[in-house]
């Protein structure tokens, strides 16, 4: 049996690995990809060390460090279920089951959902998640951004540069995120912003063509190629049924990242810590070990 | 012999990063297609698999949208 298991390798999960590892912990870290949302992100300004790092960059470094030490790694694995039953918990993936005598979990946040007719048919058919990821295959076309905040500002900056014109799509009066951003994005001559408007549907032959938006009551069509949605994220917690979790779905965690269940521990975006932070959640990260580590030395089952 | 790979990618998505990384500490050779940078292999890569996503996979003829280590191994006999 393990002496830990970690779901996640973001940054709360490899930096929770990482001080396992240094207190000889027996670890198993089972995850879907490695790096999470960091390896997502375009620009890091604001992980101390390092002026600036690109999210691929900064989740290889992460990476690097994780290997140096002698872990067990699962990756491209999801968990489906957690159970506790006495003190010995099991871990529950698509393709196999793990055990052990502690668990953090640390599974992080996936993007929201639009769910509106077209959105799945048209996945990866002109509609992303990623702008990161896929916005340079948007030279020269139309795009919509749906959302209002920073994400949906930092990925409409990638796009001013790549795409013929930017849409956009903002629930709210007046786009929020950071000054400064809102400022840059604005100055772009190639976007128009569309206020008090949701997207109603998507639609296209083979690949995406064109969005419904309502706009103050009003249905328009808007010409697109590509959509990027960018209206926030949600917690990996479905699996954690045990779990006691916030309105939001986020796991709910005291400051020693103990949750409600003895042995479970969670750290990082998908626990109600405030602020969503790559800093915030490899420090989450460690705290979890550490308390996870005290745990397996107070209970030696 | 070795099996003709190419992979479309772009230089910022992680999973390409990924994917290309693995094919590397498995010693196989292959041909990286940056689609940001060449409009052609963009198109041809959507012609290909019928999608926008990136990474494409193409190994010796069979098509692999994203880094899924399991058809990537079975493709490669590794």
């Known amino acids: 049996m393990n002496d830990l298991i970690i779901i996640g390798a973001g940054p709360a999960g490899i930096t929770s690995a990482v001080y396992a590892a240094r207190k000889k912990l027996d670890t198993l870290v089972v995850t879907r990809d490695i790096g999470g949302q960091a390896a997502w992100s375009a620009d890091i300004e604001n992980y101390t060390g390092y002026q600036f790092i690109s999210g691929p960059e900064l989740a290889r470094k992460f ?73 340079p295959l948007f030279q020269g076309k139309d795009v919509a951004v749906i959302g209002g905040g920073n994400s949906s500002l930092d990925a409409a900056l990638q796009l001013i540069k790549i795409a013929r014109s930017v849409f956009i799509v903002n629930m709210t009066d007046s786009l929020g995120g950071d000054v400064v951003m809102r400022d840059k994005v604005l100055s772009g001559g190639n976007v128009t912003v569309f206020s008090n408007s949701e997207v109603e549907a998507i639609s296209g032959e083979k690949f995406v063509s064109a969005i419904k938006i309502k706009r103050q009551g009003k249905y328009e069509d808007l010409a697109v190629q590509g959509v990027f949605v960018e209206i926030g994220l949600v917690p990996n917690s479905d699996f954690a049924v045990p779990l006691e979790k916030n309105e939001i779905g986020e796991i709910k965690v005291n400051n020693r990242n103990e949750t409600n269940i003895p042995a479970i521990f969670a750290a990082g975006d998908v626990t109600d ?24 030395a107070r209970n030696k089952f | 012999m070795a099996k003709s790979v190419k992979i479309y990618s772009t230089a910022t998505c992680p999973f390409c990063i990924r994917a290309k990384q693995y094919l590397s500490e498995n010693n196989i050779t292959f041909e990286n297609y940056d689609v940001s940078a060449d409009q052609a292999k963009a198109e041809e890569m959507i012609k290909k698999s019928g999608q926008m996503g990136v990474p494409v996979l193409d190994i010796e003829g069979e098509i692999i949208v994203g880094f899924d280590k399991e058809r990537i191994n079975k493709a490669l006999g590794l």
């Open chain 1, 273 to 296: 810590v405030p602020e969503k932070q790559i800093i915030i959640a490899a420090g989450e990260g460690a705290k979890a070990s550490l308390s996870a580590f005290r745990y397996l």
């Open chain 1, 63 to 135: 990476e690097e460090h994780l290997r140096t030490y002698d872990l067990k790694l699962k990756e491209g694995e999801s968990v489906s279920q957690i159970i506790k039953e006495g003190h010995e918990i099991t871990v529950i993936t698509e393709k196999a089951s793990y055990r052990s005598r502690s668990l953090i979990v640390a599974s992080g946040k996936r993007s929201r959902e639009l769910g509106v007719p077209g959105e799945k048919e048209f996945k990866n058919k002109g509609l992303t998640y990623c702008a990161t990821c896929d916005g």
